[in-house]
């Protein structure tokens, strides 16, 4: 029952005792003017009655007091339809509500001050049953965090002004101060920096619950990386350590979404009892060559360091690489685990995956609980199975969360809106019937919660179209790099079209092109030359030999020649004339001066130089 409701029942019990005596003194004939006789505690809580009920009849007092008794009762209903949480090491039974906002009886909203040190005082409103020999610890606890700069808490401040539920419900105070043994100074600080971080990582998402169901702190973009199971944590009993499985070869780049991923799992950690005693443990896989050096990124070990309060047990590296890999691990990327998790680490290469299995199980593990990149029993679709169903346990939890709050916002406005109505004058009262008030208080509760679920819509659709925008952004810039690459291709196959035609005209088929070289023939008459044919692109870096010069006129157009006739026939032939031919740029050819081997007189060309164009 909270405070409102209590002591409106208070103050109506008091003008009902009030007109009791004004009663008794009219029937012994008594003035009705005169001032009734009571007390110095009584006076003070009749004035005050009197300014919220200046004039209420019996009648009117008996409707308001069934009104606010009823409303009582929703609220009672209400907390016990709510399963009881488990937080940590207490928890939240039925008794008392947690109120994610505090209205004050003028519906506002209270404001915070420059000076927060009120703000503290959340731990102890909203601990129901807090044992007592840790009440001190918690007074000291909101103290030392008073005593933070501001600058460091900031994502503490902004999270007790959005969400405060949130606050004890995944940030619980007894567990940082457990951890480092009721030292408060430690623990407050190491709490600060755990909402620091998580406003860091996840922006105005931070607010949100850290749940799976793509409405929280995790989008949906984040949670389609996690499930790729890159990371995540093994299937456990209640009495388990927790373990984290980590493969960084099924995530290729390294992105926001990896760093929410591994804050996401050290929180799935960090909500077993176990972990902030006795720590947990990893298993890292690494199969593929170079992705060794993936996992010494420091964050994930800062962030465990100092936010998360729990350490890291223990590491078995499965190795499933080769001999010189395996060498250079152990060598570079062993001391560099133990430096940055400070915590053994055993490796895990010799033999069969099987065999590498049995020497998990030997070192405490099931094979149940295995993965089956080592060798295990767990496949990728039971640990599938198992996030949808904790995805479907999040999602109605979440669901019950949020009609529990709209509840109790509907209840602390009733509760104002009734202390209000007391006010209302008798006639006001009178004339309204028990089945009308019923009926309105009904209607603005149905009111309430329609605005509410408005505006949690609005907030999804905003949020989805934004994830779309980003999405359409990525698609048109891998378009554009798709485009750039297909115009390069192109560019590449013609010109591999035309080697390849050069290839199958020239060379395959050297008798095609022997057509229309009657007057180049006549030129060169009876000698006997090689003919070489080289393109003026650089698709061809040597020179492509063919037995006839007449294979130089069918070269496609844009191809050019220089043709030089050789001095000498060192074949002693009758053949069929034939010349040094070379492909250049500008369409020259170049006729020299010939002469005779065998002593003949030379043959002056009238020209030493011929221009043509190969067609």
Same mark, same amino acid.
């Given at each position: ?76 209903l209400a907390a016990e ?303 599938? %199975? !198992?996030?949808?169903?904790? $995805?479907? &346990?999040?999602?109605?939890? @979440?669901?019950?969360?949020? +009609?529990?709050?709209?509840? =109790? ?42 605005? %509410? !679920?408005?505006?949690?819509? $609005?907030? &999804?659709?905003?949020?989805? @179209?934004?994830?779309?925008? +980003?999405?359409?952004?990525? =698609? ?61 692109t650089t698709a061809l ?66 020209d030493c130089e011929r ?5």
């Amino acid at each position: 029952m909270n405070q409102a409701a209590s002591s409106t029942i208070n103050r109506i019990a008091e003008l009902e005792n009030a007109s009791g005596r004004d009663r008794i003194r009219e029937h012994d004939g008594k003035p009705t003017s005169e001032p009734p006789i009571v007390h110095k505690n009584e006076a003070k809580s009749s004035t005050s009655c009197s300014q919220i009920v200046p004039h209420t009849s019996p009648s009117a007092l008996h409707l308001l007091k069934s009104a606010v008794q009823r409303v009582q009762q929703e609220e009672i209903l209400a907390a016990e339809a709510l399963p009881t949480p488990f937080i940590g090491v207490l928890r939240f039974g039925p008794g008392k509500a947690v109120p994610r906002k505090r209205i004050s009886p003028s519906g506002k909203r209270p404001r915070h001050t420059n000076d927060r040190s009120f703000s503290e005082a959340w731990m102890l409103e909203l601990l129901d049953k807090v044992d007592p020999e840790a009440i001190n610890p918690l007074v000291a606890f909101a103290a030392a965090l008073k005593d933070i700069p501001d600058e460091e808490k900031t994502g503490y401040y902004n999270t007790l002004r959005e969400a405060p539920d949130l606050i004890a419900c995944e940030s619980n105070p007894l567990i940082f101060l457990k951890f480092h043994s009721d030292n408060v100074e430690a623990a407050a600080q190491r709490f600060a920096l755990f909402w620091q971080e998580r406003y860091r990582i996840f922006g105005e998402r931070a607010y949100l619950p850290m749940d799976s169901t793509g409405n929280g702190a995790m989008s949906r973009q984040d949670l389609i990386v996690y499930n790729s199971q890159y990371l995540f944590v093994l299937p456990r009993d209640d009495a388990e350590e927790s373990v984290v499985c980590y493969t960084p070869s099924l995530v290729d780049v390294d992105c926001k979404e990896r760093m929410r991923c591994v804050f996401y799992t050290f929180f799935q950690v960090f909500k077993n009892p176990m972990s902030s005693k006795t720590g947990f443990t990893a298993i890292t896989v690494f199969d593929k060559i170079g992705m060794e050096r993936a996992y010494g990124r420091k964050h994930p070990a800062d962030l465990l360091r100092d936010a998360f309060p729990m350490r890291m047990k223990k590491i078995h590296a499965v190795l499933l690489l080769d001999s010189e890999h395996v060498t250079y691990f152990k060598q570079r990327s062993e001391p560099l685990f133990i430096q940055l998790y400070s915590c053994p680490l055993n490796t895990h290469f010799e033999g069969t995956k099987e065999e590498i299995a049995s020497s998990l199980v030997s070192s405490g593990f099931r094979s149940a609980t295995l993965p089956e990149s080592v060798g295990g029993m767990l496949r990728y679709c039971d640990v599938e %199975e !198992a996030f949808t169903k904790q $995805r479907q &346990k999040e999602t109605v939890e @979440e669901i019950e969360r949020m +009609k529990m709050r709209k509840r =109790l916002s509907a209840t602390a406005s009733d509760i104002s809106e009734a202390a209000y109505d007391l006010s209302a004058t008798e006639a006001d009262i009178t004339r309204s019937d028990s089945d009308d008030s019923a009926s309105r208080w009904k209607m603005r509760r149905r009111r309430q919660l329609n605005n %509410e !679920a408005s505006k949690r819509k $609005r907030r &999804k659709i905003k949020q989805h @179209e934004h994830d779309l925008e +980003k999405q359409c952004a990525a =698609l048109r810039e891998q378009n554009a790099r798709l485009k750039s690459g297909n115009y390069q291709l192109q560019r590449l196959l013609i010109q591999a079209q035309e080697i390849v035609t050069v290839y199958e005209e020239r060379i395959l088929h050297p008798n095609r092109a022997i057509q229309n070289t009657n007057q180049l023939n006549s030129m060169i008459s009876n000698e006997n030359h090689q003919v070489v044919v080289q393109p003026s692109t650089t698709a061809l870096s040597t020179p492509v030999p063919v037995t006839r010069l007449a294979d130089a006129i069918g070269q496609p157009s844009g191809f050019s020649a220089h043709f030089l006739l050789s001095p000498e026939d060192p074949f002693k032939s009758n053949a069929v004339s034939l010349a040094d031919v070379r492909l250049l740029p500008g369409g020259l050819y170049e006729r020299p001066i010939q002469s005779d081997t065998i002593g003949q007189s030379e043959t002056k060309m009238p020209d030493c130089e011929r221009k043509a164009r190969v067609p």
